[in-house]
């Protein structure tokens, strides 16, 4: 049974993740300063 995902909308994001986040998970972004995690395409 394929697992339900919530689309992000972050451009390539969704691709990387197969679709979206996966439904009922948490994600943290982390990363050093200049790394794009507030990245608004």
């Known amino acids: ?3 339900p ?3 992000t ?3 390539g994001l969704d691709e ?3 679709g ?3 439904e009922r ?3 943290l972004v982390s990363g ?3 790394t794009g995690k507030s990245n608004t395409g």
Do not use: E, K, Q
Request: hydrophobic residues 45%; glycine residues 14%.
């Open 5 to 7: 995902r919530i689309r």
């Open 16 to 18: 990387i993740l197969y």
């Open 32 to 34: 050093g300063p200049g």
């Open 20 to 22: 979206g986040i996966p």
């Open 25 to 27: 998970n948490i994600v």
């Open 9 to 11: 909308y972050v451009s």
């Open 1 to 3: 049974m394929p697992i």
